[in-house]
């Protein structure tokens, strides 16, 4: 036969009949083999019959049985695979006790029932979870399919499209007002939206992922305002808190003194020390609005900082003139590299000046000295300002408006340097050296190529 009539052959007869049939071939040599015993052996017609049937049917049985025995455990483990691709992992086949293929065979297919299981309910958990989280969360989450189709919105989103979420899954991104959003590019950006649900200041931050082998769209819109407004409102409290006490620091003695003068003029007789008394009291009044103008003043001068006029400023001049203004101490200054930056002059100078003095200040109580160098770092100019005070005993207020603790001081003086430092792109720092006693001031500003470009 050949090989072509054998494979249809096989193709018409199922693998329970093939394992029939040769069943049968297999016991065909013993079966003929009897009955050519049975037949020649001179028994009679009516034993011959008999016991041909009994081999016959023997024969037959024992086909039957041996299909039994190899299409039933194929049969389970059909059924096995069966349910788990349906993702049934309940269901368990009868393992025999024996440790041949057939059993090890059932019990890794148990295990890995059993496996898929515990892995489907963890999925299971963390889905419900996160579905909750997302649920719960302020802000509105939205995922758009690869036809701009919303498939998934959060309790913030419908709330915010001022619909119900059934009602909104399908539509387009063009329909719901989302486009722009979508449209707008990668990376975080603040926008001012208006939507049915209410409006304001968002911040707007899209992403890709891909679900069921499509490309998807995430889009998350956090609400700015209430946190804005929250922070406006502790500056205003702080701006009045802070504006209060200093105005009342200065107009409690001019209405004590303004008091006292007015009992002096209403005494009669008039003493010969009247007259130095009011010069003095005026004096004292004189002296707290002075105060209360220079606080005045540096307030205005805080809240009106100018934005800054760039040129080109060669650090190494920059920080050599700026340590040379400082008349009670020698500044070392140590050698940088040749750096230039892209800034306002003036602004820089008043910002250096500011954190040469304080060194200065806080080297006086000590005895110590002040320095300044300065270096590149990942594409940034570095300005480093040390002394060998006595360090910073309250860092949390470093930087908050009017807070001082010198005695004659003003308290905008690092406040006003770090708005400085901010409006060209940079940042300032204030710490205490680890290798010894004293500060260290870090000024960080890009350079000139890289503020350029």
Known sequence: MSSRLRRRFRLRLSYERRVVLLGILIGLPGSAIALALLWTGGYSSKVRWTLAALIVAAWWALGVALRERAVRPLQTLSNLVTALLQGDTSFRSRVPETDDALGLALRELDRLAETLREQRLGALEATALLR?????????????????????VNRAGARLLARAAERVLGERAEDLGLADCLDAGDGPRIVDLAFPGGGGRWEVRTSEF???????????????????????????????RVLGHEINNSLAPIKSIAASLQ???????????????????????????????????????????????????????????VAALEPRLSVRVEPGPDLTVWADRDQL???????????VDAAFETGGEVSVRWTRRAGH?????????????????????FFTTKPQGSGIGLVLSRQIAEAHGGALSLENRRDRPGCRARLTLPLASDKRA
Do not use: C
Request: no cysteine; glycine share 8%.
């Open 349 to 359: 100078d008043q910002l250096l000046i500011n954190l040469v003095h304080n060194a």
């Open 263 to 321: 009992d002096l003029l209403a005494r009669e007789p008039r003493t010969g020390e009247l007259g130095e008394d009011v010069r003095r009291g005026l004096g004292v009044i004189a002296a707290r609005a002075e105060a209360l103008g220079r606080f005045m003043g540096a307030y205005s001068r805080l809240a009106r900082l100018p934005p800054p006029r760039p040129e080109s400023l060669d650090v190494a001049a920059w920080v050599h003139g």
């Open 132 to 152: 909750k989280v997302i649920a719960e969360i302020d802000v509105a989450v939205f995922a758009f399919d690869d036809q701009r189709k919303l498939r998934l």
């Open 210 to 240: 891909r679900q069921g082998g499509l490309p998807h769209q995430l889009l998350v819109l956090s609400d700015l305002s209430r946190a804005l407004r929250e922070e406006e409102r502790k500056a205003w409290q702080r701006l009045v």
């Open 381 to 401: 100019l570095q300005v480093i300002v040390e002394d060998e005070g006595p360090g910073i005993a309250d860092t949390a207020n470093l930087f908050v408006p």
